[in-house]
Each structure stands twice: as C-alpha cells, then as structure tokens.
T-cell receptor, first 112, second 116 residues
Framework: QKEVEQNSGPLSVPEGAIASLNCTYS??????FFWYRQYSGKSPELIMS????GDKEDGRFTAQLNKASQYVSLLIRDSQPSDSATYLC????????????FGTGTSLTVIP | GAVVSQHPSWVICKSGTSVKIECRSL??????MFWYRQFPKQSLMLMAT?????????EQGVEKDKFLINHASLTLSTLTVTSAHPEDSSFYIC????????????FGPGTRLLVL
C-alpha cells in the first residue's frame, strides 16, 4: 500500500466550476498535510497546508482534512484555465522521522 | 513562502562529464534538503535526503557514487552527477525543509539536464 494515494485523473472541469481533488494516506500518525501545484515543465509550488481537522480556506482554495478517515482534499472554486496543472498531495509524519510522502499527483484541466 | 534557488536552470553536457547543481535556501536555514528527479510525465522521485554536516541518505536504487551530494552549510546543498550518460537526462529538483513552518518543503525551480 502506498503511503499517499491520489486519483491520477485526468480530471476535467469547465471554467467556473468547482474542482475537487482527493488524497488518502496510510499513516495515522501523520500530522502535516500539503497541496502543491506543478505546472508542466516547472517545479512544485506550495498552495496550501493544513494541520487540523476541518476546512482551511485561502482565496479560491479550500483544503479539507479528516484524520479519522485519513483523507485530505483540495477544492478549487471558480476554476480558471490557469488552474490547469498537476496537483500533488504530500503528508508528513513524525512516526517516520518527519519523512515527507508525495502522492503521484492528479492532473487537472479546466476547459474554457 | 520561503525561497529556494537552483543553479543552473539548464545544462547540456557531453556524455562522460560531471555536472554540479547547486541548491540554496535564500531566506532561511535548512538543515535538511532533498533531491528529486522527474522524468517527463512521471511523478517526482526522491533520490536522497541531504543533511547539513553529515552524509546524505540515498533512496533504494540510487547510486551514491554516481550522484554525489554535499550539504556543507545550512543554506547550500550540491548534487554532482558524475560521468553523466544520456539516461541521466532529467529534471532535477531540490527542496528545503523549513522548520519554522511545520516542516514544510519548498522547492527550487529545478535544473533540466541534457546529456548528449
């Protein structure tokens, strides 16, 4: 079982819609959760971090964490073509010496 | 967020030569940095964890004698690809862990290596 799993997609949504990206993780001791965006040919860029259960909003982005169910999600409201990228979920756990685990990424395309 | 730089951004070299890539944390001290490799349309692959003042920890399957890592200061880690071959052509990305911000990793812009 992989430490962090994401649906590879591709996920396509029309412009203005809500894009929902999901991620599950296996280590219950995980404490820090991150979403990165990676445009084609570029390195990952941090979008959101979340550490406690519930929602965290930042502009059009909302991260949701449910530790009991071991999943973290990213919602993108009012999706724009510029949001088209691969989104990487990352999880950090002190149980594994602060090892950082990345999912394989979900490819999102926002259709104008 | 914190800033991590990489140099060079692009390098083309002949087969058999060695290439050094630098990764710097510009506005914070990073005791831990990471080196990743990414082939086209594939996910990030962690190559090694670089710890300041000690030997790097390499992931399984990564040749430590081929990919030399030095983390001599709190703001600089270097990756040297020794005797590069065409199959080493890839996108190399470093990241630095910022302990001030819950262990968050910030990525450098990456170095694209082409070995002819």
């Amino acid at each position: 079982q992989k430490e962090v799993e994401q649906n590879s997609g591709p996920l396509s949504v029309p412009e203005g819609a809500i894009a929902s990206l999901n991620c599950t993780y296996s280590d219950r001791g995980s404490q820090s959760f991150f979403w990165y965006r990676q445009y084609s040919g570029k390195s990952p860029e941090l979008i959101m971090s979340i550490y406690s259960n519930g929602d965290k909003e930042d502009g059009r982005f909302t991260a949701q964490l449910n530790k009991a169910s071991q999943y973290v999600s990213l919602l993108i409201r009012d999706s724009q073509p510029s949001d088209s990228a691969t989104y990487l979920c990352a999880v950090n756990s002190i149980n594994t010496g602060n090892q950082f685990y990345f999912g394989t990424g979900t490819s999102l395309t926002v259709i104008p | 967020g914190a800033v991590v730089s990489q140099h060079p951004s692009w390098v083309i070299c002949k087969s058999g030569t060695s290439v050094k890539i630098e990764c710097r944390s510009l506005d914070f001290q990073a005791t831990t940095m990471f080196w990743y490799r990414q082939f086209p349309k594939q996910s990030l692959m962690l190559m090694a964890t670089s710890n300041e003042g000690s030997k790097a920890t390499y992931e399984q399957g990564v040749e430590k004698d081929k990919f030399l890592i030095n983390h001599a200061s709190l703001t600089l880690s270097t990756l040297t690809v020794t005797s590069a071959h065409p199959e080493d052509s890839s996108f190399y990305i470093c990241s630095a862990r910022d302990y001030r911000v819950e262990e968050t990793q910030y990525f450098g812009p990456g170095t694209r290596l082409l070995v002819l």
